[in-house]
């Protein structure tokens, strides 16, 4: 998606091109075939046409699509479409590839490929990597979810689509955007038999991702077919550059072919027939007259252009001469129908990739339109297995993509526990709802409803009859679109180089001449010292008589902190790297590595390194899975990581380019996430697992020396986390345990064999503690509460008190005195705050403890609605809670 300020330097460039045409657009191929200019009555916008026309080729302009029930070319199937495509451009010297995975491992900066240029950034357009081929056409499946509620209504949405992609990569010499526009020129008349004179191209520019360029937009009967991009400037910084390397950038959706040569009513019957036709047979819908009749109008109802959308169901019904309630009831079954047949697709592109439904991401968009088919599934009482019609895709696809036929099992189990979690969420919707008042449901409310707890708009509008916001899925989908940047720690910048020897992993002695020394930090000419990065902590040692406490990565050069300084710029200094250390870090990596293949062998090919941390005591892996782990399979994996170790396998470490490398491995290679550079070192354990990784590892398995799971825990929906410990730490956390257990033999004055007996039994005593403690408190509460009186700040209910209660009193006293209005906080014993805010309030009383506790020397913070801290003096807080409360009631 373009930036405020790529679309306006779009904007002032298009208004630019447009005045010198022949200068920016490659317009020569259209004159040669007798084109000429016009500009559009309607839009204003200039397109080339064959015949003299007052109007574009823009269904917005002419009104309606005019390829629907014609026959304009020969019918194709779907994979027809790329076949032809294909054989076609293969003729003209272009090289068909397959499709890179939907989810984009190799980006740090978006979840799904949203085109299939996608597929080439950053580091094919950067220059720093050859693409695979040049020039290429790829069939790139594509994943966008901002138009989830048009999916179904409109005949022609999709959340997941196949950009058939047209790119070259050329210096300025060899760009011939002349010749590209001709072979789609060819491409749409003498394959597939398009007549000219039904053919516009508009003149148009594109911007996105720091990159600019002029573009042809082609339609044919009111359907754009493509846009052919001329990629050739850089806007990153505002101002226009050339760009060194230029890029055609042609994308043209495969969906739109083949409805354009049915000429159907939807998209959906004639790209999906088998599993549309499979749905209607499990449902025992029909298409009929009246629906038949509305589809021309769908686009109607386009939610991107639609404000009010009961408004404009009755626009429809009107023209119609219906009933709009009628219409709707007769309408909206098949439109569900047609969603529950597209989401599923993209669910079957994206699970099948690695992706999982979640609360976070893009996992986040999965989860919306998988609940949005349970949810069409319930409300039409349809007997349904989801299942199944992830197999008729997987059959109908497998032409084109055989790969979606594998691991068909692991995503049924994913659907199935996502199924389990709708239902208990929907249980727990109902309570929920049974509480709500119709004039609470804001639109921010439906959004927080639907976010936190799976409540649909559909339900609130059947209980409480509220308008459903036309964008509503759009806005939910918003919070989740894009990856949080990380934050990236500050060093001291130096431009200067140095020599990386800590691939010489036996290395741990030598000589370097120190470059700079800034504050305590130091850069040499050469180095043995590994930089932190991937998750795995430095080395140490020394530099002279300096111990080494830290080591960077800065550019091209490595900068080491050191404790003191005790040598000059200028100087050659003796360094020797901690070889222990070191050695306990190589072992914990490689058994990061032998840990995510084993997940990946007992799990299931979902399973994708989510992150990990490498030190000399342990080592953590994240993993994508989407519940926790069983005993039994920890247990699996655990025996089979020691096999491993036990086989004595070589570990390969391979520097390839980045083109070579993922043609040979694939993109299983991007566990630890986008690996900058043009050449890619690549870490090999036999066929168990291979990854890109910049890492220190041992030269065998063996060396590892065995691998002990010590914890699992989910850490958030669908992540993992593991840690583990290796060799000599493995060695040391045994000796550890067995200490342990040595204490508390005597502490309990118990044999080993009667420990586990002995530690219920004060757990069961314990937990009887507590209930009793929260019994009196309960009471203390109710006693309390009877005697309090509010403050009355405008129309807020505040009571903020001194107390002398611990933590799970004023938890108690907060609970039974709460209400919708209030704002109560509670200064207890140690100086713990707990605090909560109803909400009718308008504060988030988490950020509202948060500025309390930084204010007066503690920490603090929590959700919107409830929150504790604790400060370190409490002198002046209740005065300042109540003079906050006063000014932000008063703004």
């Given at each position: 998606?373009?930036?405020?300020?790529?679309?306006?330097?779009k904007?002032e460039?298009r208004?630019?091109?447009q005045?010198?045409?022949?200068?920016?657009?490659?317009?020569?191929?259209?004159?040669?075939?007798?084109?000429?200019?016009?500009?559009?009555?309607i839009?204003?916008?200039?397109?080339?046409?064959?015949?003299?026309?007052?109007?574009?080729?823009?269904?917005?302009c002419?009104?309606?699509?005019?390829f629907?029930?014609?026959?304009?070319?020969?019918?194709?199937?779907?994979?027809?479409?790329?076949?032809?495509?294909?054989r076609?451009?293969?003729?003209?010297g272009?090289?068909?590839?397959a499709?890179?995975?939907?989810?984009?491992?190799?980006?740090?900066?978006?979840?799904?490929?949203?085109?299939?240029?996608?597929?080439?950034?950053?580091?094919?357009?950067?220059?720093?990597?050859?693409p695979?081929?040049?020039?290429l056409?790829?069939?790139?499946?594509?994943?966008?979810?901002?138009?989830i509620?048009?999916v179904g209504?409109?005949?022609?949405h999709?959340?997941?689509?196949?950009?058939?992609?047209?790119?070259?990569?050329?210096?300025?010499?060899?760009?011939?955007?002349?010749?590209?526009?001709?072979h789609?020129?060819l491409?749409?008349?003498?394959?597939?038999?398009?007549?000219?004179?039904?053919?516009?191209?508009?003149?148009?520019?594109?911007?996105?991702?720091?990159k600019?360029?002029?573009?042809?937009?082609?339609?044919?009967?009111?359907?754009?077919?493509?846009?052919?991009?001329?990629?050739?400037?850089d806007?990153?910084?505002?101002?226009?550059?050339?760009?060194?390397l230029?890029?055609?950038?042609?994308?043209?959706?495969?969906?739109?072919?083949?409805?354009f040569?049915?000429?159907?009513?939807?998209?959906?019957?004639?790209?999906?027939?088998?599993?549309?036709?499979?749905?209607?047979?499990?449902?025992?819908?029909?298409?009929?007259?009246?629906?038949?009749?509305?589809l021309?109008?769908?686009?109607?109802?386009?939610?991107?252009?639609?404000a009010?959308?009961?408004?404009?169901?009755?626009?429809?019904?009107k023209?119609?001469?219906?009933?709009a309630?009628?219409?709707?009831?007769?309408?909206?079954?098949l439109?569900?129908?047609?969603?529950?047949?597209?989401?599923?697709?993209?669910?079957l592109?994206?699970?099948?990739?690695?992706?999982?439904?979640?609360?976070?991401?893009?996992?986040?968009?999965?989860?919306?339109i998988?609940?949005?088919?349970?949810?069409?599934?319930?409300?039409?009482?349809?007997?349904?297995?989801?299942?199944k019609?992830?197999e008729?895709?997987?059959?109908e696809?497998?032409?084109?993509?055989?790969?979606l036929?594998?691991?068909?099992?692991?995503?049924?189990?994913?659907?199935?526990?996502?199924?389990?979690?709708?239902?208990?969420?929907k249980?727990k919707?109902?309570?929920?709802?049974?509480?709500?008042?119709?004039?609470?449901?804001?639109?921010?409310?439906?959004?927080?409803?639907?976010?936190s707890h799976?409540?649909?708009?559909e339900?609130?509008?059947?209980?409480?009859?509220i308008?459903?916001?036309?964008?509503?899925?759009?806005?939910v989908?918003?919070?989740?679109?894009?990856?949080?940047?990380?934050?990236?720690?500050i060093?001291?910048?130096?431009?200067?180089?140095?020599?990386?020897?800590?691939?010489?992993?036996?290395l741990y002695?030598?000589?370097?001449?120190v470059l700079?020394?800034?504050?305590n930090w130091?850069?040499?000419?050469?180095t043995?010292?590994?930089?932190?990065?991937?998750?795995?902590?430095?080395?140490?040692?020394?530099?002279?008589?300096?111990?080494?406490?830290?080591?960077?990565?800065?550019?091209?050069?490595v900068?080491?902190?050191?404790?003191?300084?005790?040598?000059?710029?200028?100087?050659?200094?003796?360094?020797?790297?901690?070889?222990?250390?070191?050695?306990?870090?190589?072992?914990?990596?490689?058994?990061?590595h032998?840990?995510?293949?084993a997940?990946?062998?007992?799990?299931?090919?979902?399973?994708?390194?989510?992150?990990?941390?490498?030190?000399?005591?342990?080592?953590?892996?994240?993993i994508?899975?989407?519940?926790?782990?069983s005993?039994?399979?920890?247990?699996?994996?655990?025996?089979?990581?020691n096999?491993?170790v036990?086989?004595?396998?070589?570990?390969?470490?391979?520097v390839?380019?980045r083109?070579?490398?993922?043609?040979?491995?694939?993109?299983?290679?991007?566990?630890?996430?986008?690996?900058?550079?043009?050449e890619?070192?690549?870490?090999?354990?036999?066929?168990?697992?291979?990854?890109?990784?910049?890492?220190l590892?041992?030269?065998?398995?063996s060396?590892?020396?065995?691998?002990?799971?010590?914890s699992?825990?989910?850490?958030?929906?669908?992540?993992v986390r593991?840690?583990?410990?290796?060799?000599?730490?493995?060695?040391?956390?045994?000796k550890?345990v067995?200490?342990?257990?040595?204490?508390?033999?005597a502490?309990l004055?118990?044999?080993?064999?009667?420990?586990?007996?002995k530690?219920?039994e004060?757990l069961?005593?314990?937990?009887?503690?507590?209930?009793?403690?929260?019994?009196?408190?309960?009471?203390?509460?109710?006693?309390l509460a009877?005697?309090?009186?509010?403050?009355?700040?405008?129309?807020?209910?505040?009571?903020a008190?001194?107390?002398?209660?611990?933590l799970?009193?004023?938890?108690?006293?907060?609970?039974?005195?709460?209400?919708?209005?209030s704002?109560?906080?509670?200064?207890?014993?140690?100086?713990?705050?707990?605090?909560?805010?109803?909400?009718?309030?308008?504060?988030?009383?988490?950020?509202?403890v948060?500025?309390l506790?930084e204010?007066?020397?503690?920490?603090?913070?929590?959700s919107?609605?409830?929150?504790?801290?604790?400060?370190k003096?409490?002198?002046?807080?209740?005065?300042?809670?109540?003079?906050?409360?006063?000014?932000l009631?008063?703004?």
């Open positions: 998606m373009a930036t405020e300020q790529e679309k306006r330097i904007n460039f208004k630019k091109a005045e010198k045409p022949e200068k920016y657009y490659p317009v020569k191929a259209l004159i040669e075939h007798g084109f000429k200019r016009y500009k559009c009555k839009c204003g916008n200039y397109f080339w046409s064959l015949v003299e026309r007052e109007i574009c080729g823009d269904p917005n002419i009104g309606e699509y005019q629907i029930g014609k026959k304009i070319i020969k019918p194709m199937s779907f994979a027809e479409v790329w076949q032809r495509f294909a076609f451009f293969e003729k003209l272009y090289t068909p590839i499709r890179y995975p939907v989810v984009a491992r190799w980006r740090e900066d978006i979840f799904f490929v949203e085109a299939s240029i996608d597929d080439f950034i950053p580091f094919v357009l950067d220059g720093i990597s050859e695979i081929a040049n020039p056409v790829v069939p790139q499946f594509c994943l966008r979810f901002n138009d509620e048009n209504i409109t005949g022609r999709y959340t997941g689509f196949v950009m058939i992609g047209q790119h070259a990569f050329e210096k300025p010499a060899n760009y011939k955007p002349e010749q590209y526009l001709e789609i020129y491409w749409l008349t003498e394959e597939l038999g398009i007549k000219a004179e039904d053919l516009q191209f508009h003149e148009d520019a594109w911007a996105g991702s720091g600019m360029g002029p573009s042809i937009e082609f339609f044919s009967h009111g359907l754009e077919l493509g846009n052919q991009v001329y990629m050739q400037f806007i990153s910084s505002g101002k226009i550059r050339e760009l060194p230029k890029v055609l950038d042609m994308g043209t959706g495969q969906e739109r072919y083949v409805w040569s049915h000429g159907t009513s939807t998209s959906y019957e004639c790209v999906m027939p088998n599993v549309v036709k499979k749905l209607f047979s499990l449902t025992g819908l029909r298409k009929t007259e009246l629906f038949e009749k509305f021309p109008y769908s686009g109607k109802l386009n939610l991107d252009e639609v009010d959308l009961d408004k404009a169901w009755s626009e429809v019904a023209i119609m001469q219906v009933d309630k009628a219409l709707k009831q007769e309408v909206y079954p439109t569900a129908l047609f969603a529950i047949a597209e989401h599923t697709r993209s669910l592109f994206a699970l099948h990739d690695g992706a999982l439904p979640s609360n976070i991401g893009g996992g986040y968009n999965l989860r919306v998988l609940r949005r088919c349970f949810s069409f599934i319930e409300r039409f009482s349809w007997s349904i297995e989801l299942e019609i992830f008729e895709h997987a059959k696809l497998k032409h084109q993509y055989p790969e036929g594998e691991n068909l099992e692991e995503i049924f189990e994913i659907i199935e526990h996502e199924r389990k979690k709708y239902a208990s969420a249980k919707a109902r309570e929920i709802i049974s509480k709500l008042k119709p004039e609470e449901i804001t639109k921010e409310k439906m959004i927080e409803l639907y976010d799976g409540i649909s708009p339900e609130l509008k059947e209980k409480f009859g308008r459903i916001p036309p964008d509503f899925y759009a806005l989908t918003q919070r989740h679109a894009r990856v949080e940047k990380r934050e990236e720690k060093l001291p910048k130096v431009e200067l180089s140095t020599e990386k020897l800590y691939y010489q992993e036996e002695e030598f000589e370097a001449r700079k020394i800034i504050d130091v850069v040499l000419d050469k043995a010292f590994y930089p932190r990065g991937g998750g795995q902590e430095p080395d140490f040692g020394k530099i002279a008589n300096s111990n080494v406490l830290d080591v960077e990565q800065s550019g091209s050069a900068l080491h902190k050191v404790d003191r300084i005790t040598f000059k710029e200028g100087e050659v200094v003796k360094c020797v790297v901690a070889k222990e250390r070191r050695e306990r870090i190589r072992a914990h990596h490689s058994a990061v032998v840990l995510n293949g997940c990946r062998k007992i799990l299931g090919e979902h399973v994708w390194q989510a992150g990990s941390y490498k030190n000399s005591k342990k080592a953590r892996l994240d994508t899975h989407y519940k926790a782990l005993k039994e399979e920890i247990e699996k994996i655990e025996k089979l990581c096999e491993i036990s086989k004595g396998l070589n570990v390969e470490k391979l390839l380019p083109a070579i490398a993922e043609s040979k491995f694939g993109f299983r290679l991007y566990q630890g996430g986008a690996v900058p550079g043009r890619i070192r690549v870490v090999k354990i036999n066929d168990f697992d291979i990854e890109a990784c910049a890492g590892h041992v030269n065998n398995t060396e590892i020396g065995g691998i002990l799971i010590i699992t825990a989910k850490i958030q929906d669908a992540v593991m840690e583990l410990v290796a060799g000599k730490a493995l060695e040391e956390f045994a550890f067995e200490e342990q257990i040595e204490k508390l033999k502490l004055n118990a044999s080993e064999e009667k420990l586990v007996a530690v219920k004060l069961e005593k314990k937990a009887k503690l507590e209930d009793e403690l929260r019994r009196k408190a309960k009471e203390k509460a109710k006693e009877e005697k309090i009186e509010f403050k009355e700040i405008g129309k807020l209910k505040v009571y008190s001194e107390t002398k209660l611990s799970e009193e004023m938890k108690e006293l907060s609970k039974k005195i709460s209400s919708k209005d704002v109560v906080l509670l200064l207890g014993k140690g100086n713990v705050i707990f605090a909560s805010a109803g909400e009718e309030t308008g504060i988030d009383i988490g950020a509202f948060k500025k506790c204010r007066f020397q503690g920490k603090g913070g929590g919107k609605r409830v929150a504790q801290g604790f400060v003096q409490k002198e002046g807080v209740l005065a300042w809670v109540i003079e906050e409360l006063e000014r009631e008063k703004n």
